[in-house]
């Protein structure tokens, strides 16, 4: 099915685009997620809004879309199953998504880890964490107390992996890349963990969490990854459904060298180092215990008040 329409609208270039409303994103990005645009024109529509930028209605929108076909894991429990995108993985710092993972199983939390590669130069989560010994769902299922899973995002949406994976045709990131750091994979009570990388998406990511009415923390985050930079403390925001429960702003200064994290680790050396500071946490960075701590706090509250 033609999108030409849509992408006349968006694709007049940094001055001249014009802004879909939320109800326009979502009938755009179900016809994408469905298969059904062909090649040139799916292509054009990724380039184009990577030139104009999503607004919050459009994020929200294409949320939408992909909220009435996105498989889930069920959550029958009162406790919220912390959700961390990986998509990104690791090239200069260690990979340390799988560290605040296992942080977080360790207070009691369960946490489903979902992501893939759209580039091959990077390490990935999912195969530290099969190194680490980790299980790779294969199914959905739901989550047994304290686990830690790693789920593929083709495996929650066909469709969006397609879409991510036009990343390797056009060398650019697209639309896709943002929502899989916002979408909730989980039917029950969920937080969510969204970066950014770049500064000013910061606004328009907090604004689409708050359309979506999300249990979230929002932080600036390591090479594109839901963790916390090992070497600064940065400003994070907690929001339940939608609402800004708790904000944490500290001064964005060096707490340690980047030297002091080894560089160039493959998996196995990744998942060695991992478990190398799991057995001596006086070792773990302050600003990942710290951002595991903020976690630990947004899912009690959640699980205590209705």
């Given at each position: 099915?033609?999108?030409?329409?849509?992408?006349?609208?968006?694709?007049?270039?940094?001055?001249g685009a014009r802004d879909l409303?939320?109800?326009?994103?979502?009938?755009?990005?179900?016809?994408?997620?469905?298969?059904?645009?062909?090649?040139?024109?799916?292509?054009?529509?990724?380039?184009?809004?990577?030139?104009?930028?999503?607004?919050?209605?459009?994020?929200?929108?294409?949320?939408?879309?992909?909220?009435?076909?996105?498989?889930?894991?069920?959550?029958?429990?009162?406790?919220?199953?912390?959700?961390?995108?990986?998509?990104?993985?690791?090239?200069?710092?260690?990979?340390?998504?799988?560290?605040?993972?296992?942080?977080?199983?360790?207070?009691?939390?369960r946490v489903m880890v979902h992501?893939?590669?759209?580039?091959?130069?990077?390490?990935?989560?999912?195969?530290?964490?099969?190194?680490?010994?980790?299980?790779?769902?294969?199914?959905?299922?739901?989550?047994?107390?304290?686990?830690?899973?790693?789920?593929?995002?083709?495996?929650?949406?066909?469709?969006?992996?397609?879409?991510?994976?036009?990343?390797?045709?056009?060398?650019?990131?697209?639309?896709?890349?943002?929502?899989?750091?916002?979408?909730?994979?989980?039917?029950?009570?969920?937080?969510?963990?969204?970066?950014?990388?770049?500064?000013?998406?910061?606004?328009?990511?907090?604004?689409?969490?708050?359309?979506?009415?999300?249990?979230?923390?929002?932080?600036?985050?390591?090479?594109?990854?839901?963790?916390?930079?090992?070497?600064?403390?940065?400003?994070?925001?907690?929001?339940?459904?939608?609402?800004?429960?708790?904000?944490?702003?500290?001064?964005?200064?060096?707490?340690?060298?980047?030297?002091?994290?080894?560089?160039?680790?493959?998996?196995?050396?990744?998942?060695?180092?991992?478990?190398?500071?799991?057995?001596?946490?006086?070792?773990?960075?302050?600003?990942?215990?710290?951002?595991?701590?903020?976690?630990?706090?947004?899912?009690?509250?959640?699980?205590?008040?209705?």
């Open positions: 099915m033609s999108i030409s329409h849509f992408i006349q609208k968006v694709g007049r270039g940094k001055q409303s939320r109800e326009q994103a979502a009938e755009l990005m179900g016809l994408v997620l469905d298969g059904e645009v062909p090649d040139l024109q799916l292509g054009a529509f990724c380039i184009a809004m990577r030139v104009k930028g999503e607004t919050a209605q459009e994020m929200a929108g294409f949320l939408d879309a992909l909220d009435s076909r996105l498989q889930r894991i069920h959550n029958d429990s009162a406790a919220p199953v912390v959700v961390l995108p990986s998509y990104n993985g690791a090239r200069r710092l260690p990979l340390f998504t799988p560290l605040l993972a296992l942080l977080l199983s360790g207070q009691g939390l992501g893939g590669n759209t580039e091959d130069s990077r390490v990935s989560t999912q195969a530290v964490m099969s190194a680490m010994g980790l299980p790779v769902l294969n199914t959905l299922r739901s989550l047994a107390d304290r686990e830690v899973v790693y789920v593929p995002a083709a495996l929650l949406s066909p469709g969006l992996w397609r879409l991510l994976q036009v990343r390797r045709t056009t060398g650019l990131r697209n639309s896709a890349h943002s929502l899989v750091k916002m979408m909730n994979p989980v039917r029950g009570p969920a937080v969510l963990v969204a970066s950014y990388t770049h500064p000013e998406y910061d606004s328009a990511m907090r604004e689409t969490l708050q359309l979506m009415q999300a249990n979230a923390m929002l932080l600036r985050g390591t090479e594109g990854e839901p963790v916390a930079d090992p070497r600064r403390m940065r400003k994070s925001a907690l929001l339940k459904a939608g609402v800004l429960f708790a904000e944490h702003n500290p001064q964005d200064t060096l707490s340690a060298d980047s030297t002091a994290y080894p560089g160039g680790l493959s998996a196995g050396q990744t998942a060695d180092y991992l478990g190398s500071l799991l057995a001596h946490p006086e070792n773990i960075p302050a600003p990942i215990l710290a951002q595991a701590a903020q976690l630990y706090g947004l899912a009690q509250h959640i699980s205590v008040t209705p």
